[in-house]
């Protein structure tokens, strides 16, 4: 069995309306497999089982949601279940545990509207100071203590990241190049508009070829705008990007069009990406519309733009 457990395992509890269900949805985004109100009996049950063949969930850490709900809650037995699993040597158990001030939870509530789960006809406070007094020993017992009275959603997700984080949550970052007479690209995060640099599609020769060809690269890079413009979107993607991956985005598309989406916006979207590949990172790059044929009613009537 001890070859099967997870490397860690985590108890996430504390007061309802702490924060619990942010924390697990956050480390689930994270890398962590994640399990929510199951009985604490059944935990041995559930590291037993063995994973099958494609299952990815081998060796990742595990965090379990355990609160007032849970089926036969009681805290001075969870910390007994605790201590006799970690005695056994197999399961490396700690204990996240949120708390927060009953004026702040009572807010929480009535904002909300919902009822509290130890007070389903009585106020709300009745069920704040029952659940303060159940939940005492598995407070006095935690490894890590976090006070959400002064703490929003997103503060609370960055104090997970940052605390419990399996460096597993790098975003999918996607560049692509698109064109303008087609329509903007749905789910792009930054959208970087390349049609003030020169159009290679106003040149007879250029005309058929693309972002792609070296031609069409010197022509565009030769446009005066092109250097600082280019330096400054890579400065801006290069604090952008660790950004979004600080703050747990899992998905992250740069869009990049010009015109008729076959020139300008295909070699800067493949320059950006190579720009970050340097940096780092591991962009995948689409060219929306690069297999579309060159057309001057797309293009507009300027012989330069």
């Known amino acids: ?24 949805r956050t480390l689930e985004d994270s890398g962590w497999e994640v399990v929510d109100n199951l009985p604490l009996s059944l935990l ?24 007032s709900r849970t089926r036969d809650f009681d805290a001075a037995h969870v910390v007994e279940q605790i201590e006799a699993l970690t005695s056994e040597g197999d399961y490396p158990i700690e204990l996240l545990y949120l708390d927060c001030a009953g004026a702040e939870l009572l807010r929480r509530y009535s904002e909300t509207r ?16 029952a659940e303060r007094q159940l939940m005492a020993p598995l407070l006095t017992y935690a490894d890590y203590v976090i006070d959400t009275t002064d703490t929003d959603a997103p503060t ?29 690209p749905r789910n792009a995060d930054n959208v970087f508009d390349m049609r003030f640099l020169d159009n290679p599609h106003w040149d ?54 010009c015109t008729g989406g076959r020139h300008r916006s295909v070699h800067v979207a493949e320059r950006m990406a ?32």
């Open 114 to 129: 919902r009822r509290h789960p130890l007070a389903p006809d009585r106020p709300a406070t009745d069920g704040v100071a």
């Open 204 to 257: 007879r020769d250029l005309r058929p070829m693309t972002g792609l060809d070296q031609l069409v690269v010197d022509y565009v890079a030769r446009d005066p705008a092109y250097a600082e413009a280019m330096g400054r979107i890579e400065s801006l993607l290069l604090t952008l990007v660790p950004r979004y991956e600080a703050s747990g985005k899992s998905y992250v598309t740069i869009a990049f069009g």
């Open 44 to 67: 041995v049950h559930l590291l037993s089982t063995p994973p099958s063949v494609s299952e990815a969930t081998h060796g990742r850490p595990l965090a379990m949601g355990i609160d």
């Open 156 to 184: 609370l997700q960055g104090q997970i990241r940052a605390r419990f984080a399996t460096g597993a949550a790098a975003p999918t970052l996607h560049i692509m190049s698109f064109g303008f007479a087609r329509g903007l």
């Open 274 to 305: 190579s720009r970050l590949r340097a940096a780092g990172f591991s962009p995948t790059v689409e060219h929306r519309d690069l297999a579309t044929r060159p057309r001057d009613g797309v293009e507009g009537n300027g012989p330069a733009r």
């Open 1 to 24: 069995m001890k070859n099967r457990a997870p490397k860690r395992i985590l108890l996430v509890t504390g007061l309802s309306g702490a924060g619990k269900s942010t924390v697990l």
